[in-house]
């Protein structure tokens, strides 16, 4: 384990968090690594079923490490796509646990998660034009969340706005008083662990592509994964336990921690 991305599990749920406070967590080479092979880990982890990503210290990420671009004369960015990618479409769910401010390239790992939780003081801002470049890669995966004109207005301004703006137009689930962050997380958490993990993978597989699908083709598929659900063996324990009014087995043993070390 490197020095720049923690990792902790219990209950069910995996922590990562971006530790470098030093440089606002920027996305350095090394952090990126190391943020990437957390994230396998966590997603090849049976005993893993919802990740939680998090930063140390005020800010959650200042974007890419502009120090070190200039150093090695060449952008760091070779592994953030593909990272964007891992969360987008980990198929346990992700929650951003936002500790605070947020830039540009940190925007992009909040727009991936499918949960972002974010302290009213926080702040936000896409940058990238008033350094000369473009917000490019986050793009692919803000532009997915964000209302178009409030994507037009802050990709183009670079102009800083606050979490409840945010939530506002979709970049994070929700904005909620700085001493609230850990109890709201743990909340989603144990909400998320009541689904049954095959049920939230296609489910978070069909929030990405059902909206694409024409009317007549989204219905016919999805009348045929209905019938394939009910009678999995997933579903059938999900049914069984309802009428015996007991926990199905995915629930009974897992509860997430409340409090972070």
Not at 161 to 175: D, M, Q
Not at 201 to 227: C, D, F, H, N, Q
């Amino acid at each position: 384990m490197g020095n720049l991305v923690h990792e902790e599990a219990a209950g069910g749920v995996a922590t990562i968090t971006l530790d470098s406070p030093r440089n606002r967590n920027a996305l350095s080479v090394a952090l990126l690594g190391e943020l990437d092979a957390a994230l396998r880990r966590a997603l090849d982890d049976p005993g893993v079923r919802v990740i939680v990503l998090t930063g140390a210290g005020p800010v959650f990420c200042s974007g890419a490490d502009l120090k070190e671009q200039r150093a090695t004369g060449a952008p760091v960015t070779a592994a953030f796509p593909e990272i964007m990618t891992l969360i987008w479409e980990s198929p346990k769910p992700v929650i951003c646990r936002l500790n605070g401010t947020a830039r540009a390239g940190g925007l992009g790992l909040v727009a991936a998660c499918d949960f972002a939780i974010a302290p009213e003081s926080a702040t936000f801002a896409f940058s990238e034009v008033r350094l000369g470049v473009a917000p490019a890669m986050i793009a692919v995966t803000v532009l997915r969340r964000v209302e178009p004109r409030a994507a037009a207005e802050y990709f183009m301004t670079g102009e800083t706005f606050s979490a409840a703006r945010a939530a506002e137009i979709g970049l994070v689930t929700r904005a909620v008083p700085d001493e609230d962050v850990d109890v709201t997380v743990a909340r989603y958490a144990e909400m998320l662990l009541l689904g049954g993990p095959e049920a939230l993978a296609i489910t978070k597989r069909l929030l990405r592509e059902v909206p694409a699908l024409p009317m007549a083709e989204g219905m016919r598929r999805m009348a045929e994964l209905s019938a394939e659900r009910f009678t999995s063996e997933e579903g059938q324990e999900g049914i069984r336990a309802l009428l015996d009014k007991r926990p199905p087995r995915w629930a009974a043993a897992l509860t997430p921690p409340r409090d972070r070390s």
